[in-house]
């Protein structure tokens, strides 16, 4: 079985651009290698997270990010067991302010999210547009 966590998070005050870059690139390259699917984006502070996977790995991955101390206020919007295949692989972006913000990867943004179903994709393509800085 799959399952999808979604959450939001803030990151911790000394946190700085490089480690920010170390965390999207590793946790990139970990979830590549273990068929996690999904998204990460930074956003003004703030982490949006999408992971999508088997069911158990998830659970522990959510687990081990809940416990890491380079961000706190960990706010899951929803974990749900999906019955879709996952399609795509795994992204993560910097878009700390407008000028690291490219419009024409809103789209991808998007496609990352299509293992959601219909109503989840709408809520979480809510918060995904009040997250971005557009
Ligand atoms: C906001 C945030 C998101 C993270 N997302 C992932 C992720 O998707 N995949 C991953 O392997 N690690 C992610 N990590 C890192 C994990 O918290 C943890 O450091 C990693 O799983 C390695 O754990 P270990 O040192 O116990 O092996 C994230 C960390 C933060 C702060």
């Not at 990139?28 to 992971?51: A, P, R, Y």
């Not at 890491?68 to 993560?92: L, M, P, V």
């Amino acid at each position: 079985m799959r399952y999808a966590i979604v959450y939001v998070s803030t990151a911790s005050k000394d946190l700085e651009k490089k480690e920010i870059e170390n965390i999207l690139n590793s946790s990139k390259k970990w979830n590549n290698e273990n068929d996690v699917t999904g998204l990460l984006l930074f956003s003004g502070g703030n982490f949006f997270q999408i992971i999508e996977g088997e069911k158990n790995l998830i659970l522990e991955l959510f687990q081990n990010i809940n416990s890491d101390k380079r961000h706190h206020n960990i706010t899951q919007i929803f974990g749900k067991e999906i019955h879709k295949e996952a399609y795509d692989g795994y992204d993560s972006d910097f878009v700390s302010d407008e000028a690291d913000y490219d419009p024409e990867k809103f789209q991808h943004y998007l496609n990352q999210i299509k293992v959601l179903d219909n109503s989840t994709q709408k809520a979480v393509e809510n918060i995904l547009m009040a997250f971005l800085p557009i």
